[in-house]
T-cell receptor, first 115, second 118 residues
Framework: GAVVSQHPSRVICKSGTSVKIECRSL??????MFWYRQFPKQSLMLMAT?????????EQGVEKDKFLINHASLTLSTLTVTSAHPEDSSFYIC???????????FGPGTRLTVT | AQKVTQAQTEISVVEKEDVTLDCVYE???????LFWYKQPPSGELVFLIR??????QNEISGRYSWNFQKSTSSFNFTITASQVVDSAVYFC???????????????FGTGTLLAVQP
């Protein structure tokens, strides 16, 4: 099946710094990528949807200036958490889809800890 | 609005028991997809099944089976002869279809933690 990678798998950063998470589709071209956040023992919450070459669409309540998403190519999307704070500590998961009716393939997730 | 309800927060069974995970959904879309995912302790989501709303046939894959009942808006998942390796959080999810013009974002339920004891 299709493979989606995320890097890094774990990151610890200090409060106030920015962190970039990469999501790559390894063997297919992803027209759409999705970013989710999952707090401990909770469900996945969609943060934003990004289409290659266009601005991301953010879900209600997600600060677009804090969570910068760039989908510059058909195989790479990045999520930058700017000025991270401890409450941003979470498990961030990306997924990618190769066509509108296609399956969403999930990455392995990135665990962010802000100290 | 779309919504997925997994009423069972946690289930504990003993190995070799059968277990059914419930999923009830709400949608105004006429066509939609239903999914089940497994999330083991490692965190990576494992895709289990996608079912189109037009296809109400039950499906069996090894020890896994799914019962789709459109009349009750349910898409239940049964594991037969459970094993310790089945221990994980299981998520049911719903999306519209692109063709229907509906949003095809995945809406997840809150998940059911299944613990299979040896």
């Amino acid at each position: 099946g299709a493979v989606v990678s995320q890097h890094p798998s774990r990151v610890i950063c200090k409060s106030g710094t920015s962190v970039k998470i990469e999501c790559r589709s390894l063997d297919f071209q992803a027209t759409t990528m999705f970013w989710y956040r999952q707090f401990p023992k909770q469900s996945l919450m969609l943060m934003a949807t990004s289409n290659e070459g266009s601005k991301a669409t953010y879900e209600q309540g997600v600060e677009k200036d804090k969570f910068l998403i760039n989908h510059a190519s058909l195989t790479l999307s990045t999520l930058t958490v700017t000025s991270a704070h401890p409450e941003d500590s979470s498990f961030y998961i990306c997924s990618a889809r190769d066509w509108p009716e296609g399956e969403q393939y999930f990455g392995p997730g990135t665990r962010l800890t802000v100290t | 609005a779309q919504k997925v309800t997994q009423a069972q927060t946690e289930i504990s069974v003993v190995e070799k028991e059968d277990v059914t995970l419930d999923c009830v959904y709400e949608t105004r879309d006429t066509t939609y997809y239903l999914f089940w995912y497994k999330q083991p302790p490692s965190g990576e989501l494992v895709f289990l099944i996608r079912r189109n709303s037009f296809d109400e046939q039950n499906e069996i894959s090894g020890r896994y089976s799914w019962n789709f009942q459109k009349s009750t808006s349910s898409f239940n998942f049964t594991i037969t002869a459970s094993q310790v390796v089945d221990s994980a959080v299981y998520f049911c999810a719903l999306s519209g279809t692109y063709v229907s013009g509906a949003t095809n974002k995945l809406i997840f339920g809150t998940g059911t933690l299944l613990a299979v004891q040896p």
